[in-house]
């Protein structure tokens, strides 16, 4: 059972809607206000899924290729010093094979170009050329960000309302800034193990500046370079989202890209984004003590029996896809079993930066949570 100052919130899912649902807890300890499935937190690397289901709506227009050197849309040259002949791609960076690392801060600030981060050669892996191996870095995403700014003329934050959240009619958004009023009043109080405010301790009210400012400094964005800085609105992470409307994404994902009997992607772009592109054959990438043994475009595939993988999940060798997130005491995931047409989603609070372990790579509550969803 979860400890008693965890907060937690879970729904499963089928192809026609939520099927169960439970909370726990205080969305706002300050305020004394309970959680429920209708409440947006950060839900962290979750994030990264629902960015790239953006990426293949472009993809699908023509705007952008997964495979053409993302330099091109940059408008400057990304190279590993080491392998400076190896061209790095979209399917590169959403995969997490780039060679990017996060040995340097990938929550690039205002005022600060991404280009100045990841142009750095301790950005990179100088043992492995881009394509060879994978290392999860969250540097990835910022980098995918100011392509996308910079070839639509949008701003991160605006393009995924866009093409995502106002589609999918999710009252979701990065760092609030396309949140209605109503969400931002409903949002989740992120704290330490000890219950301190981490992040979003808003009060009902947006927050000050919705990007990454330096501290007393401005949070003016008018002058701001489309493109110059996609780490501003936190692609990797920085999704708010209800666990309702998490499962909204979910069923996209069971239905093959339909919504609502609409089509949203094609069936082929789902089955790109999850099918694993990458996966651990015992030497090929770094894989968190068996945390990471298949990845696609964006998303985990879950267990894998290889030696050292740890990934199982839900027990038993369920074969779920989708993606957890880990940041500021939160635990979360987003996962469909296409074999049964069903899914869960869940985040838990309050959790500290190293909860009780599982039997698994994941961790006691992640387990308890994803029980919920019944075999």
């Known amino acids: 059972m979860p400890a008693p100052n965890v907060a937690y919130v879970w729904a499963t899912f089928d192809r026609g809607g939520v099927t169960a649902s439970g909370a726990s807890g205080l969305a706002d300890p300050g305020r004394g206000r309970a959680l429920t499935i209708d409440d947006p937190v950060r839900i962290a690397s979750i994030s990264k899924l629902v960015m790239a289901l953006g990426v ?18 940059l408008g400057w040259s990304l190279r590993n010093p080491a392998f400076p002949d190896r061209p790095i791609t979209l399917r590169l960076l959403l995969s997490h094979r780039s060679s990017l690392t996060d040995n340097v801060d990938y929550a690039v600030p205002l005022g600060t170009e991404v280009r100045a981060v990841a142009g750095s050669p301790a950005a990179f892996d100088a043992a492995h050329p ?19 700014e910079r070839v639509t003329g949008e701003r991160f934050d605006r393009l995924m309302a866009r093409l995502v959240l106002q589609p999918l009619g999710l009252d979701a958004c990065f760092n609030w ?3 209605s009023d109503a969400a931002i009043a409903r949002a989740v109080v992120l704290r330490s193990g000890g219950g301190q405010p981490i992040r979003d301790d808003l009060g009902g009210r947006p927050p000050d500046c919705a990007v990454n400012a330096p501290e ?24 708010r989202i209800s666990a309702r409307d998490l499962a909204v994404v979910g069923r996209l994902l069971l239905h093959g890209g339909t919504h609502q009997g609409q089509r949203f992607v094609s069936e082929a772009s789902i089955r790109m984004l999850l099918a694993p592109v990458w996966t651990f054959d015992g030497a090929n990438g770094e894989i968190d003590s068996g945390f990471y ?9 879950l267990p894998v029996r290889t030696a050292g993988c740890r990934d199982d999940l839900f027990g038993r060798g369920r074969a779920v896809a989708g993606h957890a997130g880990d940041a500021y005491g ?8 296409p074999a049964s047409g069903t899914g869960i989603a869940y985040f838990s609070v309050g959790n ?24």
């Open 56 to 73: 293949m709506r472009l993809v699908e227009d023509g705007q952008i290729d997964l495979d053409r050197d993302v330099s091109d849309y």
């Open 330 to 337: 939160l635990r979360s995931g987003l996962w469909v079993d």
């Open 130 to 148: 881009p394509g060879a191996y994978f290392r999860y870095s969250n540097l990835n995403f910022p980098v995918i960000a100011s392509a996308l």
């Open 293 to 301: 043994c298949a990845y696609g475009l964006a998303s985990q595939s």
């Open 177 to 179: 800034s396309t949140c």
């Open 352 to 375: 500290g930066d190293d909860p009780p372990r599982g039997r698994s790579a994941y961790r006691a509550i992640e387990e308890w949570l994803a029980r919920k969803l019944r075999p």
């Open 216 to 239: 007393g400094s401005s949070c003016d964005l008018s002058n701001y370079v489309l493109g110059s800085n996609g780490a501003l609105f936190s692609p990797q992470g920085g999704l």
